[in-house]
């Protein structure tokens, strides 16, 4: 017998059958197999050579080889079918032959070098078919040393395999490193991973093997770092789809301490759009899932959730980066959205993204608008696969920002891009919940869903079109939106229904029909707040179809070129368009006819608003502008012979208020006084020969004067949209005269006011002659209401004052008019550059300030009589309530309904069915009503409101919302509100820049300033926002409370964007820097007590302001608030960023510059941002002396925190520190500082009207800003000037602060409580060596020692407001503490052992004294300290047992006590009847009153400051009870933690 047949038998004895040209059948189980021919060979020595030349010539064979390498046949019980047991996955459950053999020990090392011998014979021979790669005899060969149970031969395994690494190709190299985790033995890894990590750098085509394999091996920390950088610096030129792998690999390789390394250099080196590009152009075939970007935020997304640590150090690295917006900032963005969606690290994400949004404006960190559209924009499948965290970020910006704010736009930005570039999905989620944001009735959160809305619209109509049912929803709940905001909901509803046909398609018109029927029924209602809705609406309706883009016919003409069918289609849209624009405004027309003059007024106004926005179509506006126009002239403008036809003068008729005596034209006011009518006045004026205005005037309800403004504003821009904003044609309204009351005589007695009945003329009698002291219209002719002579002014005011209350009141109603009408005519004339226009214009203005201190004076003279003067009640301007529209107002008892005018008829007498039976047309208020509508108008007169009858089951008296007296006594006390606004255009006016010369520059008066400025300051602050300003969400007025918005229907500041408001501003912003130069110089030329300015009296200034006597300084005073509030508010808008605004930035620095001394416009042209910045920090600090009283000193101080938070990297803290003491203090952190102490000290007038708020301003500047230390400064304050009134000073004031008082003790101990901690928080901790380190936390925790223990030094009136603050800073001091400060001392314990304890037991006495305080919370029973005690509590022990575990890692437990705290008052006296009488062991201490005592047994008093034993003294005389607990320890530090 051979060897081969010996082995045969030997094999199949052992239970394997060898079967010749065929796969080998197993018969027994492997393990038994294995067994049996090892005990063969054990016996018989030679057999195992034997066998191991039987399998070598069994491998030999390239035919066969394969039958031993697959898994082999099993025999079945029978015996009778051989076949292949698989599993239910197909794997084979049985080995292949040579497998089988490698668990034999005597033959495994042998078979093992031969298997890796035959690998270079199959070399080249097999092919790269990927497809064919499991059925290849290489990977076969390699297959059969995975996973074995054991190998003898490791080492030699290791070493033979990576010998074959260096001559096999590629292909199979891939397959050697990718089986090494399976095949090597842990012993070898180290030796591998070096081998691995050295062919990085030399086969890049092999990185993703080696990546996976060395991730699946234990390599040492140094070989990892070495691959991490070999992979950094191959990823700028690494393929694409490599990426993802490389990425998960370096994060899941990186630890704790070398993370931040590592995620900085990622951030530097991957170029995320260079991969967005390159595999945009590579495969266009594979799922938006599947390219490379989106495999590598998965990837980093897989990491981030799963390595705490990682999360830290990114979060750490983005909240301190300083580096400028780039590639990295994309990769941020991605990162804080997977974070986000950790619940834990929420709020933690929500506050670097407020920082990061709310930058100051020179930081190049800041995410602008621009910057997360424009990502959202290029990296679309990235931000589809992260939707839910960018929505979830989006809607809580939506939430929290304040109207008109950074954070708000940013949050504009991200919906508007995610909706334009992600699919349908996303689009449903995002219009469903702008939907629930307007729905949620927030102010803020409606405005900005509101504009999210629109702007999608604009730019995504298509897109946005399926969606539309979610904003069709929303016309439910409109009535309880503002006018702006419905205004919004109408332009974007308005552009969906009109899509399909801008493009001359005319299916699917239902969306236009009903929002048709809609808007048709809210114009026929009879409450008055349903029909502003409907006349928003159908004039946003009208603005989408009479638009400029709508209707186009000369430009499709012109493409058709003139007859061609190419513009057939387009033609017919526009007719169709033209048709319905023009049967919108028809029923717009026709439901005025049964309306209310008010009604007509918010018609024209809205009409206006449209005009101005460019939003109606030439053709349109033409016919508009012809009827309006015509009906004005008709209705209220006249002669002078005109009115003598029409009135009963002794003479010539006297006109008030003409600027040119040979203008003939005047407005007739008197002719449409609502009050004049109901007194009966009207029949006495005019002659019997006139004809009744009825005839030509629509009879409807209140007041014709009512539109009058409105009507004024449509014309005007109307004329300017036609004629290239020229106003020559109306320009005589410019200078005509009023015409505002009859000559009514006086002087004779008058009957009772409260008796007079309405439409009795005998109540009042014509003057006898033209020129008769009591003619009241000779008294009010010509300009004696503004007259400048300001004496003889008041005596005609203290005079009119003293008529009878029935010609006062119909004098109120025609000057609230006037007022109204010259502040249209200052809008309408103001940007008109002709030298006479402006003229004009600033004489109207002077006009306007005196009108309307006569306008008040009057209104507080009728305060209490019957008849007190309101505009609405009087019809002057649209009702407040929301009460029937359709009820008349009827002065003074008038009745509301009657059939005839001279019959009146009880609204109670008529009942419902006989409206239906008879075939009358009720007449109210002048309207003929209809059947239907005088059902409604009796209902609503009989029944009580709901809300009014509840109220006054319960007994509360209901809150007037209409024009009762609370509201009247509102427009006593300031009427400005409920005039027309001032628009952007009036503001012009201040601009000095087109002027033609200065000697014939008309001069404002600071009454005409004052007025001007008022209303620029309103709409300043209304709209820009302040920088980082913390206010509360419903702190915001109501809609349409706003300033000067309840006569304006349509209000242009309301209605605009931050952003336009301030491009309008823009212009003059240096104009108004040199009103306030001219303002200050003038106060400071009539009062002598401030300095003047060199450069504000060396310079020739030109005059800007007219003074005519003394008393005019108070009014430029008032000027001066006004300019220092409105560029204060300026420099601190929150949309001056560097990257969107910087051209915008730099115009404000250097308009601020120019006003400074030697500083010209070629100067200013090569000057950088820095540059400017000190020039205008310069300039605003020169200004100062100027200031009388502090409140202006305070503006001053805003002022420069905001320019010098234009330059943050100009005077950097390293550059301060290597200046000298001098140089500090001329910084411009330094002249803060001292600024803000100048103000502390009162050097200005008026320090005692210093609010709490603004207190805790000069405090926190003049710390932080100190230029040589600001810890050190903080110091000072809480141990020598706080404890000054407290001491008992002479009138509780301290002699180093001024301000400092017991009534001001409480807003400036907040202020350097918060400080502290913000200095603390901020402080660079890593930065500090241990000595300096120790020394910055003495420092800390003495000052935070001395804060506390002020506290046990309060009076009882003072403990207040003061123990709640202490509480609240001690929370955020003990925070700080636990997570920045007790980690720092733990590096360094074991070098400063004395000096870490002495921190640890100063420190120990504020949490005792916090303590106290929270137990005195509930013996005072203060809800507001009791609300701040359980989390201090809760950080309280937090910090003790972070104490614990700092002893315990440094080995001296021995060193402290953990013990129950003794109980103690707010002053510190032990409370006798709660001292434990035993101590309470350990396992049932309560952990809210533990403590860790840090002295010894001779420290244990409080104010023994002595310094405690040695740690090494004390560890000897640690407890076994002391160790014991330190697990327990460690648990509730660990719960601690998750909470």
């Given at each position: 017998?051979?060897?081969?047949?010996?082995?045969?038998?030997?094999?199949?004895?052992?239970?394997?059958?060898?079967?010749?040209?065929?796969?080998?059948?197993?018969?027994?189980?492997?393990?038994?197999?294995?067994?049996?021919?090892?005990?063969?060979?054990?016996?018989?020595?030679?057999?195992?050579?034997?066998?191991?030349?039987?399998?070598?010539?069994?491998?030999?064979?390239?035919?066969?080889?394969?039958?031993?390498?697959?898994?082999?046949?099993?025999?079945?019980?029978?015996?009778?079918?051989?076949?292949?047991?698989?599993?239910?996955?197909?794997?084979?459950?049985?080995?292949?032959?040579?497998?089988?053999?490698?668990?034999?020990?005597?033959?495994?090392?042998?078979?093992?070098?031969?298997?890796?011998?035959?690998?270079?014979?199959?070399?080249?021979?097999?092919?790269?078919?990927?497809?064919?790669?499991?059925?290849?005899?290489?990977?076969?060969?390699?297959?059969?040393?995975?996973?074995?149970?054991?190998?003898?031969?490791?080492?030699?395994?290791?070493?033979?395999?990576?010998?074959?690494?260096?001559?096999?190709?590629?292909?199979?190299?891939?397959?050697?490193?990718?089986?090494?985790?399976?095949?090597?033995?842990?012993?070898?890894?180290?030796?591998?991973?070096?081998?691995?990590?050295?062919?990085?750098?030399?086969?890049?085509?092999?990185?993703?093997?080696?990546?996976?394999?060395?991730?699946?091996?234990?390599?040492?920390?140094?070989?990892?770092?070495?691959?991490?950088?070999?992979?950094?610096?191959?990823?700028?030129?690494?393929?694409?789809?490599?990426?993802?792998?490389?990425?998960?690999?370096?994060?899941?390789?990186?630890?704790?301490?070398?993370?931040?390394?590592?995620?900085?250099?990622?951030?530097?080196?991957?170029?995320?759009?260079?991969?967005?590009?390159?595999?945009?152009?590579?495969?266009?075939?594979?799922?938006?899932?599947?390219?490379?970007?989106?495999?590598?935020?998965?990837?980093?997304?897989?990491?981030?959730?799963?390595?705490?640590?990682?999360?830290?150090?990114?979060?750490?690295?983005?909240?301190?980066?300083?580096?400028?917006?780039?590639?990295?900032?994309?990769?941020?963005?991605?990162?804080?959205?997977?974070?986000?969606?950790?619940?834990?690290?929420?709020?933690?994400?929500?506050?670097?993204?407020?920082?990061?949004?709310?930058?100051?404006?020179?930081?190049?960190?800041?995410?602008?608008?621009?910057?997360?559209?424009?990502?959202?924009?290029?990296?679309?499948?990235?931000?589809?696969?992260?939707?839910?965290?960018?929505?979830?970020?989006?809607?809580?910006?939506?939430?929290?920002?304040?109207?008109?704010?950074?954070?708000?736009?940013?949050?504009?930005?991200?919906?508007?891009?995610?909706?334009?570039?992600?699919?349908?999905?996303?689009?449903?989620?995002?219009?469903?919940?702008?939907a629930v944001h307007i729905g949620s009735g927030n102010l803020n959160e409606v405005d900005t869903a509101t504009r999210i809305y629109l702007e999608l619209a604009q730019r995504h109509p298509r897109e946005l079109r399926p969606f539309a049912?979610?904003?069709?929803?929303?016309?439910?709940?409109?009535?309880?939106?503002?006018?702006?905001?419905?205004?919004?909901?109408?332009?974007?509803?308005?552009?969906?229904?009109?899509?399909?046909?801008?493009?001359?398609?005319?299916?699917?018109?239902?969306?236009?029909?009903?929002?048709?029927?809609?808007?048709?029924?809210?114009?026929?209602?009879?409450?008055?707040?349903?029909?502003?809705?409907?006349?928003?609406?159908?004039?946003?309706?009208?603005?989408?179809?009479?638009?400029?883009?709508?209707?186009?016919?000369?430009?499709?003409?012109?493409?058709?070129?003139?007859?061609?069918?190419?513009?057939?289609?387009?033609?017919?849209?526009?007719?169709?368009?033209?048709?319905?624009?023009?049967?919108?405004?028809?029923?717009?027309?026709?439901?005025?006819?049964?309306?209310?003059?008010?009604?007509?007024?918010?018609?024209?106004?809205?009409?206006?608003?449209?005009?101005?926005?460019?939003?109606?179509?030439?053709?349109?506006?033409?016919?508009?502008?012809?009827?309006?126009?015509?009906?004005?002239?008709?209705?209220?403008?006249?002669?002078?012979?005109?009115?003598?036809?029409?009135?009963?003068?002794?003479?010539?008729?006297?006109?008030?208020?003409?600027?040119?005596?040979?203008?003939?034209?005047?407005?007739?006011?008197?002719?449409?006084?609502?009050?004049?009518?109901?007194?009966?006045?009207?029949?006495?004026?005019?002659?019997?020969?006139?004809?009744?205005?009825?005839?030509?005037?629509?009879?409807?309800?209140?007041?014709?004067?009512?539109?009058?403004?409105?009507?004024?504003?449509?014309?005007?821009?109307?004329?300017?949209?036609?004629?290239?904003?020229?106003?020559?044609?109306?320009?005589?309204?410019?200078?005509?005269?009023?015409?505002?009351?009859?000559?009514?005589?006086?002087?004779?007695?008058?009957?009772?006011?409260?008796?007079?009945?309405?439409?009795?003329?005998?109540?009042?009698?014509?003057?006898?002659?033209?020129?008769?002291?009591?003619?009241?219209?000779?008294?009010?002719?010509?300009?004696?209401?503004?007259?400048?002579?300001?004496?003889?002014?008041?005596?005609?005011?203290?005079?009119?004052?003293?008529?009878?209350?029935?010609?006062?009141?119909?004098?109120?109603?025609?000057?609230?008019?006037?007022?109204?009408?010259?502040?249209?005519?200052?809008?309408?004339?103001?940007?008109?550059?002709?030298?006479?226009?402006?003229?004009?214009?600033?004489?109207?203005?002077?006009?306007?300030?005196?009108?309307?201190?006569?306008?008040?004076?009057?209104?507080?003279?009728?305060?209490?009589?019957?008849?007190?003067?309101?505009?609405?009640?009087?019809?002057?301007?649209?009702?407040?309530?929301?009460?029937?529209?359709?009820?008349?107002?009827?002065?003074?008892?008038?009745?509301?309904?009657?059939?005839?005018?001279?019959?009146?008829?009880?609204?109670?007498?008529?009942?419902?069915?006989?409206?239906?039976?008879?075939?009358?047309?009720?007449?109210?208020?002048?309207?003929?009503?209809?059947?239907?509508?005088?059902?409604?108008?009796?209902?609503?007169?009989?029944?009580?409101?709901?809300?009014?009858?509840?109220?006054?089951?319960?007994?509360?008296?209901?809150?007037?919302?209409?024009?009762?007296?609370?509201?009247?006594?509102?427009?006593?006390?300031?009427?400005?509100?409920?005039?027309?606004?001032?628009?952007?255009?009036?503001?012009?006016?201040?601009?000095?820049?087109?002027?033609?010369?200065?000697?014939?520059?008309?001069?404002?008066?600071?009454?005409?300033?004052?007025?001007?400025?008022?209303?620029?300051?309103?709409?300043?602050s209304s709209k820009l926002v302040r920088r980082a300003e913390k206010r509360h969400l419903w702190a915001s007025k109501p809609p349409g409370l706003q300033f000067g918005t309840l006569a304006t229907f349509s209000s242009n500041i309301a209605?605009?964007?931050?952003?336009?408001?301030?491009?309008?501003?823009?212009?003059?912003?240096?104009?108004?820097?040199?009103?306030?130069?001219?303002?200050?110089?003038?106060?400071?030329?009539?009062?002598?007590?401030?300095?003047?300015?060199?450069?504000?009296?060396?310079?020739?200034?030109?005059?800007?302001?007219?003074?005519?006597?003394?008393?005019?300084?108070?009014?430029?005073?008032?000027?001066?608030?006004?300019?220092?509030?409105?560029?204060?508010?300026?420099?601190?808008?929150?949309?001056?960023?560097?990257?969107?605004?910087?051209?915008?930035?730099?115009?404000?620095?250097?308009?601020?510059?120019?006003?400074?001394?030697?500083?010209?416009?070629?100067?200013?042209?090569?000057?950088?941002?820095?540059?400017?910045?000190?020039?205008?920090?310069?300039?605003?600090?020169?200004?100062?002396?100027?200031?009388?009283?502090?409140?202006?000193?305070?503006?001053?101080?805003?002022?420069?925190?905001?320019?010098?938070?234009?330059?943050?990297?100009?005077?950097?803290?390293?550059?301060?520190?290597?200046?000298?003491?001098?140089?500090?203090?001329?910084?411009?952190?330094?002249?803060?500082?001292?600024?803000?102490?100048?103000?502390?000290?009162?050097?200005?007038?008026?320090?005692?009207?210093?609010?709490?708020?603004?207190?805790?301003?000069?405090?926190?500047?003049?710390?932080?800003?100190?230029?040589?230390?600001?810890?050190?400064?903080?110091?000072?304050?809480?141990?020598?000037?706080?404890?000054?009134?407290?001491?008992?000073?002479?009138?509780?004031?301290?002699?180093?602060?001024?301000?400092?008082?017991?009534?001001?003790?409480?807003?400036?101990?907040?202020?350097?409580?918060?400080?502290?901690?913000?200095?603390?928080?901020?402080?660079?901790?890593?930065?500090?060596?241990?000595?300096?380190?120790?020394?910055?936390?003495?420092?800390?925790?003495?000052?935070?020692?001395?804060?506390?223990?002020?506290?046990?030094?309060?009076?009882?009136?003072?403990?207040?407001?003061?123990?709640?603050?202490?509480?609240?800073?001690?929370?955020?001091?003990?925070?700080?503490?636990?997570?920045?400060?007790?980690?720092?001392?733990?590096?360094?314990?074991?070098?400063?052992?004395?000096?870490?304890?002495?921190?640890?037991?100063?420190?120990?006495?504020?949490?005792?004294?916090?303590?106290?305080?929270?137990?005195?919370?509930?013996?005072?029973?203060?809800?507001?300290?009791?609300?701040?005690?359980?989390?201090?509590?809760?950080?309280?022990?937090?910090?003790?047992?972070?104490?614990?575990?700092?002893?315990?890692?440094?080995?001296?437990?021995?060193?402290?006590?953990?013990?129950?705290?003794?109980?103690?008052?707010?002053?510190?006296?032990?409370?006798?009847?709660?001292?434990?009488?035993?101590?309470?062991?350990?396992?049932?201490?309560?952990?809210?009153?533990?403590?860790?005592?840090?002295?010894?047994?001779?420290?244990?008093?409080?104010?023994?400051?002595?310094?405690?034993?040695?740690?090494?003294?004390?560890?000897?005389?640690?407890?076994?009870?002391?160790?014991?607990?330190?697990?327990?320890?460690?648990?509730?530090?660990?719960?601690?933690?998750?909470?």
């Amino acid at each position: 017998m051979n060897s081969s047949q010996r082995c045969r038998q030997a094999i199949d004895s052992c239970g394997v059958d060898i079967v010749e040209d065929g796969l080998p059948i197993q018969k027994a189980p492997s393990a038994l197999f294995r067994y049996k021919l090892s005990e063969a060979i054990r016996e018989d020595e030679d057999l195992g050579s034997q066998l191991g030349d039987f399998l070598d010539d069994l491998l030999s064979n390239h035919d066969s080889i394969s039958l031993y390498l697959d898994p082999m046949s099993q025999a079945q019980p029978d015996d009778t079918e051989l076949s292949t047991v698989t599993d239910v996955a197909g794997i084979p459950q049985t080995e292949s032959l040579v497998r089988l053999m490698l668990g034999v020990d005597a033959l495994q090392t042998r078979l093992i070098s031969t298997l890796l011998e035959k690998f270079p014979e199959y070399i080249g021979d097999e092919g790269n078919d990927e497809e064919a790669g499991a059925t290849k005899i290489s990977a076969k060969l390699l297959r059969q040393l995975r996973w074995l149970d054991y190998v003898i031969d490791s080492s030699g395994l290791t070493e033979k395999l990576l010998e074959t690494l260096g001559f096999v190709p590629v292909d199979m190299q891939r397959e050697i490193i990718l089986a090494l985790p399976d095949i090597i033995s842990d012993s070898d890894t180290n030796e591998v991973s070096k081998v691995l990590a050295g062919m990085l750098n030399e086969t890049p085509e092999l990185m993703l093997c080696i990546l996976e394999t060395l991730g699946s091996l234990e390599c040492s920390s140094g070989l990892l770092q070495e691959a991490r950088s070999s992979v950094i610096s191959q990823l700028l030129s690494a393929e694409p789809i490599d990426i993802p792998v490389m990425m998960r690999f370096l994060l899941q390789s990186v630890s704790s301490d070398v993370a931040t390394p590592t995620i900085l250099r990622i951030r530097k080196r991957l170029d995320l759009e260079s991969v967005v590009l390159a595999s945009r152009y590579q495969d266009r075939s594979k799922d938006i899932d599947q390219t490379p970007d989106v495999l590598i935020f998965d990837a980093i997304a897989t990491c981030l959730r799963s390595h705490k640590h990682l999360r830290d150090a990114w979060l750490k690295i983005i909240s301190t980066d300083t580096d400028d917006v780039g590639s990295h900032t994309t990769l941020d963005i991605v990162v804080l959205l997977i974070i986000h969606q950790i619940t834990t690290y929420t709020k933690r994400v929500e506050s670097i993204l407020r920082n990061k949004i709310d930058s100051v404006s020179s930081q190049p960190t800041a995410y602008t608008p621009q910057l997360v559209e424009t990502t959202i924009q290029k990296f679309p499948a990235v931000f589809s696969t992260q939707f839910a965290a960018l929505l979830s970020v989006s809607s809580w910006l939506i939430r929290t920002s304040s109207l008109g704010s950074q954070g708000s736009r940013v949050a504009q930005a991200i919906v508007v891009g995610a909706f334009g570039a992600m699919g349908m999905f996303q689009r449903q989620e995002i219009s469903g919940e702008l939907a629930v944001h307007i729905g949620s009735g927030n102010l803020n959160e409606v405005d900005t869903a509101t504009r999210i809305y629109l702007e999608l619209a604009q730019r995504h109509p298509r897109e946005l079109r399926p969606f539309a049912v979610f904003i069709k929803g929303l016309l439910d709940y409109v009535d309880n939106l503002s006018i702006d905001h419905i205004r919004s909901i109408f332009d974007t509803l308005g552009i969906l229904s009109t899509l399909n046909n801008s493009s001359g398609s005319a299916q699917d018109d239902s969306m236009f029909n009903d929002l048709y029927i809609y808007v048709r029924k809210q114009l026929s209602s009879v409450y008055s707040k349903y029909n502003r809705i409907g006349v928003v609406g159908t004039v946003s309706l009208l603005r989408q179809l009479g638009g400029e883009n709508s209707l186009d016919t000369a430009r499709v003409e012109e493409a058709a070129g003139g007859s061609s069918t190419m513009a057939t289609q387009p033609q017919a849209a526009n007719i169709q368009a033209l048709r319905r624009a023009v049967q919108l405004l028809e029923m717009l027309m026709d439901s005025g006819r049964h309306q209310s003059w008010t009604f007509v007024s918010m018609t024209y106004d809205e009409l206006a608003h449209i005009v101005e926005t460019k939003g109606l179509h030439r053709q349109l506006l033409t016919w508009l502008h012809e009827n309006v126009s015509s009906r004005f002239a008709a209705q209220f403008l006249s002669d002078i012979d005109g009115l003598a036809e029409r009135y009963v003068c002794p003479g010539q008729p006297s006109v008030a208020l003409s600027l040119d005596e040979e203008e003939t034209t005047v407005l007739d006011i008197f002719n449409h006084n609502g009050d004049a009518a109901g007194y009966g006045m009207h029949k006495l004026a005019k002659r019997q020969d006139q004809p009744e205005d009825s005839e030509s005037v629509p009879r409807l309800r209140g007041c014709m004067l009512a539109c009058l403004p409105s009507l004024l504003r449509l014309i005007q821009v109307c004329e300017k949209a036609l004629s290239q904003n020229s106003l020559a044609e109306i320009d005589a309204l410019l200078v005509c005269g009023i015409f505002l009351l009859p000559p009514i005589d006086i002087a004779t007695p008058r009957t009772s006011f409260v008796s007079l009945e309405p439409g009795i003329s005998g109540s009042f009698t014509i003057a006898d002659s033209s020129s008769s002291a009591n003619n009241a219209s000779r008294l009010l002719a010509g300009n004696a209401l503004v007259d400048v002579n300001e004496d003889e002014r008041r005596a005609l005011l203290d005079s009119i004052c003293h008529w009878q209350p029935e010609l006062r009141r119909i004098l109120c109603s025609s000057l609230y008019t006037a007022a109204n009408w010259i502040r249209e005519i200052v809008n309408a004339f103001a940007d008109q550059n002709t030298e006479e226009s402006r003229a004009r214009v600033v004489q109207r203005v002077n006009q306007l300030a005196h009108i309307e201190a006569d306008l008040e004076a009057l209104a507080v003279s009728l305060r209490g009589n019957a008849g007190e003067f309101h505009p609405g009640a009087a019809g002057l301007i649209p009702e407040l309530s929301d009460s029937l529209s359709a009820r008349p107002s009827v002065p003074f008892g008038g009745q509301a309904l009657r059939i005839q005018p001279s019959t009146p008829i009880d609204a109670q007498a008529i009942e419902p069915n006989e409206l239906h039976s008879s075939g009358l047309l009720v007449e109210a208020g002048g309207l003929l009503l209809s059947q239907e509508d005088t059902r409604k108008l009796v209902s609503g007169t009989i029944d009580m409101q709901p809300a009014e009858a509840s109220m006054k089951k319960r007994g509360r008296k209901r809150k007037s919302g209409g024009f009762g007296t609370s509201t009247t006594e509102d427009f006593a006390k300031s009427l400005y509100p409920f005039l027309r606004e001032l628009s952007f255009s009036a503001f012009q006016i201040l601009d000095l820049s087109h002027e033609h010369s200065a000697e014939h520059r008309p001069l404002l008066s600071p009454y005409g300033l004052w007025v001007i400025l008022r209303e620029l300051s309103a709409a300043v602050s209304s709209k820009l926002v302040r920088r980082a300003e913390k206010r509360h969400l419903w702190a915001s007025k109501p809609p349409g409370l706003q300033f000067g918005t309840l006569a304006t229907f349509s209000s242009n500041i309301a209605s605009s964007t931050a952003s336009k408001m301030f491009a309008n501003l823009l212009p003059i912003f240096p104009s108004l820097l040199a009103f306030l130069d001219c303002c200050l110089e003038t106060r400071a030329r009539y009062c002598h007590d401030v300095s003047m300015p060199d450069r504000l009296s060396s310079r020739n200034r030109p005059r800007l302001i007219s003074i005519d006597a003394p008393d005019d300084v108070a009014t430029v005073e008032q000027c001066i608030d006004l300019l220092l509030q409105t560029v204060s508010t300026v420099l601190h808008w929150d949309g001056l960023q560097i990257g969107s605004e910087h051209s915008s930035l730099v115009a404000i620095l250097s308009a601020l510059a120019r006003q400074g001394q030697h500083t010209d416009d070629e100067e200013l042209a090569d000057m950088e941002v820095s540059a400017l910045v000190r020039r205008s920090f310069d300039y605003i600090l020169g200004i100062a002396p100027a200031v009388a009283v502090s409140s202006r000193a305070l503006d001053i101080l805003r002022m420069l925190v905001a320019v010098r938070g234009f330059a943050p990297l100009y005077e950097t803290k390293e550059e301060v520190c290597c200046m000298g003491a001098e140089q500090r203090n001329n910084t411009m952190d330094g002249q803060i500082s001292s600024f803000a102490q100048r103000v502390l000290n009162a050097e200005w007038q008026g320090s005692e009207s210093l609010k709490p708020v603004d207190l805790e301003y000069l405090v926190a500047q003049h710390i932080t800003k100190n230029p040589h230390d600001s810890m050190q400064l903080a110091y000072e304050y809480a141990t020598q000037i706080l404890p000054g009134p407290l001491q008992g000073t002479a009138d509780g004031v301290d002699k180093t602060l001024a301000v400092l008082r017991l009534s001001t003790f409480a807003p400036c101990y907040k202020a350097v409580s918060q400080t502290l901690a913000a200095l603390v928080q901020n402080a660079k901790l890593n930065e500090l060596s241990g000595s300096d380190l120790l020394q910055f936390c003495s420092v800390v925790v003495d000052a935070w020692m001395e804060l506390c223990r002020i506290t046990q030094k309060l009076n009882q009136s003072m403990q207040r407001s003061v123990l709640h603050l202490a509480l609240r800073s001690g929370y955020t001091m003990t925070d700080v503490f636990a997570k920045t400060i007790i980690p720092r001392l733990d590096a360094c314990f074991f070098a400063h052992r004395e000096e870490v304890v002495a921190v640890l037991q100063r420190m120990q006495k504020c949490t005792r004294i916090l303590q106290s305080i929270c137990n005195h919370s509930k013996v005072s029973k203060d809800t507001k300290l009791q609300s701040a005690v359980p989390q201090t509590k809760r950080k309280l022990e937090q910090l003790i047992f972070q104490v614990y575990m700092l002893m315990s890692n440094n080995d001296s437990l021995g060193a402290i006590d953990l013990g129950t705290l003794k109980h103690r008052d707010v002053h510190g006296q032990l409370v006798g009847s709660q001292i434990p009488r035993d101590q309470l062991e350990s396992d049932s201490e309560s952990l809210e009153s533990l403590d860790v005592s840090m002295a010894s047994e001779s420290e244990q008093s409080e104010d023994n400051a002595a310094a405690p034993q040695r740690i090494t003294e004390k560890a000897r005389r640690g407890n076994g009870r002391a160790i014991g607990s330190r697990n327990k320890i460690g648990k509730r530090i660990e719960l601690l933690q998750r909470r």
